[in-house]
């Protein structure tokens, strides 16, 4: 135990010294592009603030990447990873029982709330969609329909890397080069509140773009459609859409409607980062059939993901011989104690309230910040998955040249000053400008003030930065 524990401590000692990494060579991607600058090392981070081993400090305003809701070296996450490692690291599923998984699962779907019982236990986010795709698929063969296949997502939206969930991600540009080695699945339009068409209100659009989804059901047949998937709170793929109300009771009924499962992606959303557990809580009338979560649940204390799910669906899948799904990973313990302990964490200090307070008081302030930097032309988001989209002119809503890589260049100040937010790789599709400003749940109201403060700074340096584009 010794030797772990010292290890999770952080200390700077164990590190290896500066000079044994070569500086510069990218370690993580296997071909950076070239000129992509080395990145800083970490060294230790504890709260919401990191160090890299030059010294420097940062305040993660983005949770990494929207998943490290309790902040770093939280200690009732840490001891119990330890204590779970020290008892039985592993267990397989097919030989054993293990208390971590059951309480888990346990607490998680009493988390949920009535009508999700069952919790499948994966590595990560486009895992858990593989499964969920999986599922519905079993249950549709065991409810005798082996016609449905077909799974309907929105476009943009952002499922997964790994090739069943890439089909459902809706962002042509990710599917670009791997085009033959994909499904192709059928894409709507998502209901994007910032540019809506000229003539309709926000409710008439939401109810336009549901007739959309109907309509391509209609389109496909409905007979081969099997699920819908969606993000009711989205991430980074369009800047913390909130979905409008309208369309989110509309899309339950068409689901009922063609006996077409509906599945959340809450991979982002879940887990108390949108001030409610799941963000579906926030439409009480529309109820996923399958939730898919990660991120948040592990915060990023180790890989963890998962499928919820009611229990009449998981049985009529028992009976019929059971989820034919495996990973060598699957349920393992030392992440469902992980789970466990954040879960834990994440009700006792009712960070799930924090979230929503914490989130209106930011919002606020990125609304004041939009009054006074014309860069910003839109802030959304709910709780603490927030997101700030830059435009170069505010009264058109014309985006910048995509040359410009404008969030790209945002999060590079930014970091300069002391400050991560994240947002996606400069190569990722065009459907907006935008960056994540979702810290940990567990910020307090003087980090706050920080990262108002060092996020103020950066914007007005990323406006006189871009204030020839701005004004073209
Ligand atoms: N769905 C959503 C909504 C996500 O934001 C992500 C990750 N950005 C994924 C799925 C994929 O999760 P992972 O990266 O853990 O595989």
Redesign the pocket.
């Known amino acids: 135990g010794a030797s772990m524990s010292s290890l999770l401590r952080n200390d700077l000692d164990v590190l290896p010294p500066l000079g044994t990494l070569a500086r510069g060579e990218p370690i993580q991607v296997f071909a950076a592009p070239p000129g992509t600058p080395a990145k800083p090392q970490i060294a230790r981070a504890m709260g919401i603030e990191m160090w890299d081993t030059a010294g420097n400090r940062y305040l993660d305003a983005s949770s990494g ?2 998943a490290c809701n309790l902040g770093y070296g939280n200690r009732r996450v840490l001891d119990a990873l330890t204590s779970q490692a020290e008892a039985a690291a592993f267990a397989n599923v097919s030989h054993f029982e293990s208390k971590a998984n059951r309480d888990f699962a346990e607490r998680l779907a009493e988390a949920a709330g009535p009508g999700y019982e069952r919790v499948f236990v994966v590595s ?6 593989e499964a969920a795709l999986k599922l519905a698929r079993q249950i549709a063969l065991s409810r005798g329909e082996a016609s449905r296949w077909k799974v309907i997502s929105r476009q943009p939206s ?5 090739l069943g ?1 890439l089909a459902i991600t809706g962002d042509p540009s990710a599917h670009a080069m791997f085009g033959p080695m994909l499904q192709e699945m059928p894409k709507v339009p998502a209901p994007v509140t910032y540019r809506i068409p000229a003539g309709l209100d926000e409710e008439n659009w939401a109810l336009k773009c549901a007739q959309d989804l109907e309509d391509r059901v209609v389109a496909e047949g409905p007979e081969s459609v099997l699920a819908f998937i969606q ?1 009711p709170v ?4 369009t800047g913390a859409l909130v979905t409008p109300a309208a369309y989110m009771t509309r899309v339950r009924e068409i689901c009922d409607k063609y006996g077409i499962l509906l599945i959340h ?1 809450e ?3 879940g887990g108390g980062r949108t001030g409610a557990f799941l963000s579906h809580d926030h439409w009480p009338d529309c109820r996923a059939d399958l939730i ?1 979560m ?2 948040g649940i592990g915060a990023g204390y180790l ?1 963890l ?1 998962l499928v919820l799910a009611p229990r009449d669906l998981v049985e009529t899948v028992a009976s019929g011989g059971g989820f034919l799904h495996g990973h060598t990973a699957l349920g393992n313990p030392l992440s469902c104690a992980v789970g466990l302990a954040v879960l834990e964490e994440t009700l006792e200090r009712g960070l799930v309230e924090r979230s929503a307070v914490l989130g209106a008081e930011l919002k606020t302030r990125l609304w004041d910040m939009a009054n006074r930097y014309p860069i910003i032309g839109d802030v959304r988001g709910k709780g603490l998955l927030m997101a700030v989209e830059f435009v170069a002119d505010p009264a058109t809503k014309r985006p910048f040249p995509i040359e410009a890589a404008v969030p790209a260049a945002v999060s590079r100040i930014a970091m300069q000053n002391g400050l991560i937010l994240y947002t996606r790789g400069t190569n990722a599709g065009r459907d907006g400008d935008w960056v994540m400003v979702s810290p940990p749940l567990v910020t307090s109201d003087r980090e706050l003030d920080e990262i108002t403060d060092r996020l103020e700074k950066s914007l007005s340096q990323a406006e006189a930065e871009f204030s020839s584009l701005r004004k073209l």
């Open positions: 990447p929207v990560g986010g486009s895992e858990a969609n952002y499922h997964g890397g790994t969930a993000e989205g991430g980074v793929s992606d991979v982002m959303s898919v990660a991120k890989p993901g």
